[in-house]
């Protein structure tokens, strides 16, 4: 059970924290339906990278110490919206509370963000010198991508 959890917090950071994760081909077995966050797998950036089993390790590694440190970030805010979910809409207590979560989620948002930036560098850091060159061809990759898919006219069924 614990499996899943980790794999998916794993596939989870690896999009949050690199454009490189969408710039993996997509799985043919993938229905056309599923969100494409589904249809990437870690091991398809590791393979396009050609990441040896330690490198593959270390950033397994971080990316648990990295959700490890945000999981009291996490609880603090999930007892906040509770908190603010509980309150009556037009009291005091509601308006503290709708006052404590805004601040919450804007510290923890700036906290992510930084925490997303110190992972990136220090993947990137695990990296060869061909690695990164790779890397920065993929991301150029997915960039044309992403400019060819809004220039594109929207297509309607």
């Given at each position: 059970m614990r499996k899943p959890m980790i794999r998916s917090t794993l596939l989870a950071a690896m999009l949050a924290c690199s454009p490189l994760a969408f710039a993996a081909p997509q799985a043919a077995s993938a229905p056309a339906?599923?969100?494409?966050?589904?249809?990437?797998?870690?091991?398809?950036?590791?393979?396009?990278?050609?990441?040896?089993?330690?490198?593959?390790?270390?950033?397994?590694?971080?990316?648990?110490?990295?959700?490890?440190?945000?999981?009291?970030?996490?609880?603090?805010?999930?007892?906040?919206?509770?908190?603010?979910?509980?309150?009556?809409?037009?009291?005091?207590?509601?308006?503290?509370?709708?006052?404590?979560?805004?601040?919450?989620?804007?510290?923890?948002a700036h906290a992510q963000v930084l925490r997303q930036a110190d992972l990136r560098t220090k993947v990137y850091n695990l990296l060869t010198s061909e690695q990164r060159t790779k890397l920065a061809s993929l991301i150029q990759q997915r960039q044309q991508e992403m400019q060819q898919r809004a220039a594109a006219p929207a297509t309607t069924h």
């Open positions: 339906t599923a969100p494409q966050a589904q249809q990437r797998q870690p091991n398809d950036l590791f393979s396009q990278l050609g990441l040896t089993d330690a490198q593959r390790s270390s950033v397994r590694q971080l990316m648990q110490q990295n959700f490890q440190q945000a999981r009291p970030e996490i609880q603090s805010l999930r007892q906040k919206r509770m908190a603010f979910d509980n309150a009556t809409p037009g009291t005091s207590q509601f308006q503290s509370a709708a006052n404590d979560l805004a601040q919450a989620e804007s510290t923890a």
